[in-house]
């Protein structure tokens, strides 16, 4: 009997390990993406929408993937894998410091949003005794221990094939209610009430501009990291159309009500396991959006300050000592924005990036 064991040099050592790295950052910003995108439409699109919540779903999706496409034809242009080399190729160092100021903002808002929605499920939804804040400081003390390092992504790599389980029960679950009467009527409650829902969603896939702030795990691939969260925010859009009726779709309730109105009408192990899932998908979100927070801020830059995400969880916290209602509506108002500084970003770079290659 023969034993063989293979012995990887330095260098096969070295692009294994920055292999792993760039997986456990492009699952973690997957997750980020998909738990965005899945808030605004259940909060904010589904309530207007209703029963045509399912196409309209795709038409807010074509927003961000235009501008994830002229994003990825300028870096092609530059010859570069990242968002923050391809804009320091045609602006130079300032391209890249605005581009760290804007994912810090639009970062920040998306944390705050995650961790209001998080607390807000503690203190409405299960009846959690505490004030938001106590409860917004212990959720932050809580996530002090997971953000040393690489610790968070490493965390939702791990917990990725969990998490994608408890989600095939519950969309078993959604598939024994489901009618195909429930994507009508088509139109909703009519053209305004779908203008509305799509001046609230135009901006919700901004987050997959995220995926191009990290080196791609194989080179040359940029479109296909899109796909599973698109198809997975769809598919959970699909299946709460087709197993809720549309009044209920377009009943309006707080904001922990909307983000249980898909999980209330589940068997109750399968609502628990629902409301574990949310708790826990928020939970490493705000974690997530600390770590990408830092690491955008920090690109321009030499060094990583270890303190940084730590001093973003706090800001998030503290956030939670204003009014609720007010943050909210606060929020909701920027929601339809935040893909406009990116889409204007693009639309700047691109003819500068084709005048410098003409010029080499």
Same mark, same amino acid.
């Given at each position: 009997?023969?034993?063989?064991?293979?012995?990887?040099?330095?260098?096969?050592?070295?692009?294994?390990?920055?292999?792993?790295?760039?997986?456990?950052?492009?699952?973690?910003?997957?997750?980020?993406?998909?738990?965005?995108?899945?808030?605004?439409?259940?909060?904010?699109?589904?309530?207007?929408?209703?029963?045509?919540?399912?196409?309209?779903?795709?038409?807010?999706?074509?927003?961000?993937?235009?501008?994830?496409?002229?994003?990825?034809?300028?870096?092609?242009?530059?010859?570069?894998?990242?968002?923050? %080399?391809? $804009?320091?190729? @045609?602006? =130079?160092?300032?391209?890249?410091? &605005?581009? #760290?100021? /804007?994912?810090?903002? *639009?970062? !920040?808002?998306?944390?705050?949003?995650?961790?209001?929605?998080?607390?807000?499920?503690?203190?409405?939804?299960?009846?959690?005794?505490?004030?938001?804040?106590?409860?917004?400081?212990?959720?932050?003390?809580?996530?002090?221990?997971?953000?040393?390092?690489?610790?968070?992504?490493?965390?939702?790599?791990?917990?990725?094939?969990?998490?994608?389980?408890?989600?095939?029960?519950?969309?078993?679950?959604?598939?024994?209610?489901?009618?195909? %009467?429930? $994507?009508?009527? @088509?139109? =909703?409650?009519?053209?305004?009430? &779908?203008? #509305?829902? /799509?001046?609230?969603? *135009?901006? !919700?896939?901004?987050?997959?501009?995220?995926?191009?702030?990290?080196?791609?795990?194989?080179?040359?691939?940029?479109?296909?990291?899109?796909?599973?969260?698109?198809?997975?925010?769809?598919?959970?859009?699909?299946?709460?159309?087709?197993?809720?009726?549309?009044?209920?779709?377009?009943?309006?309730?707080?904001?922990?009500?909307?983000?249980?109105?898909?999980?209330?009408?589940?068997?109750?192990?399968?609502?628990?396991?629902?409301?574990?899932?949310? $708790?826990?998908?928020?939970?490493?979100?705000?974690?997530?959006?600390?770590?990408?927070?830092?690491?955008?801020?920090?690109?321009?830059?030499?060094?990583?300050?270890?303190?940084?995400?730590?001093?973003?969880?706090?800001?998030?916290?503290?956030?939670?000592?204003?009014?609720?209602?007010?943050?909210?509506?606060?929020?909701?108002?920027?929601?339809?924005?935040?893909?406009?500084?990116?889409?204007?970003?693009?639309?700047?770079?691109?003819?500068?990036?084709?005048?410098?290659?003409?010029?080499?």
């Amino acid at each position: 009997m023969r034993t063989i064991v293979k012995v990887h040099t330095p260098e096969e050592r070295l692009s294994m390990r920055l292999m792993g790295e760039r997986r456990t950052s492009q699952c973690l910003i997957r997750l980020v993406a998909v738990v965005s995108i899945l808030r605004t439409l259940m909060i904010r699109v589904m309530p207007l929408a209703g029963s045509a919540g399912w196409w309209l779903t795709a038409v807010c999706f074509v927003p961000g993937l235009a501008v994830y496409g002229l994003l990825v034809l300028c870096m092609r242009l530059t010859k570069t894998v990242v968002l923050t %080399d391809m $804009l320091r190729a @045609v602006f =130079g160092p300032f391209g890249a410091w &605005l581009l #760290a100021l /804007l994912l810090t903002a *639009l970062l !920040l808002l998306d944390g705050v949003a995650s961790m209001t929605a998080l607390v807000t499920l503690f203190t409405e939804g299960i009846g959690t005794e505490g004030t938001q804040f106590t409860l917004a400081l212990l959720t932050g003390a809580v996530l002090a221990f997971c953000l040393h390092r690489e610790g968070i992504s490493r965390g939702a790599f791990f917990l990725r094939w969990i998490m994608l389980a408890a989600l095939v029960v519950m969309a078993l679950d959604w598939l024994s209610m489901a009618h195909v %009467d429930g $994507l009508f009527p @088509v139109m =909703g409650d009519g053209v305004p009430s &779908l203008m #509305a829902a /799509l001046r609230v969603g *135009l901006s !919700l896939s901004w987050p997959l501009i995220l995926l191009l702030t990290a080196e791609p795990v194989r080179p040359g691939v940029r479109f296909r990291p899109v796909l599973p969260v698109l198809l997975l925010c769809f598919g959970v859009v699909l299946l709460t159309c087709l197993s809720l009726p549309h009044e209920l779709l377009v009943t309006h309730h707080d904001l922990s009500g909307s983000l249980l109105e898909m999980t209330l009408h589940l068997q109750p192990a399968v609502c628990t396991l629902a409301i574990c899932l949310l $708790l826990l998908t928020l939970f490493l979100t705000i974690g997530g959006t600390a770590y990408l927070l830092t690491g955008a801020l920090t690109a321009p830059m030499s060094h990583d300050p270890v303190w940084m995400p730590y001093a973003v969880v706090a800001l998030i916290v503290l956030s939670q000592c204003l009014d609720i209602r007010m943050l909210w509506s606060f929020l909701g108002e920027c929601g339809p924005w935040l893909l406009a500084p990116l889409a204007a970003l693009a639309v700047i770079a691109l003819p500068v990036a084709l005048v410098k290659r003409r010029r080499v």
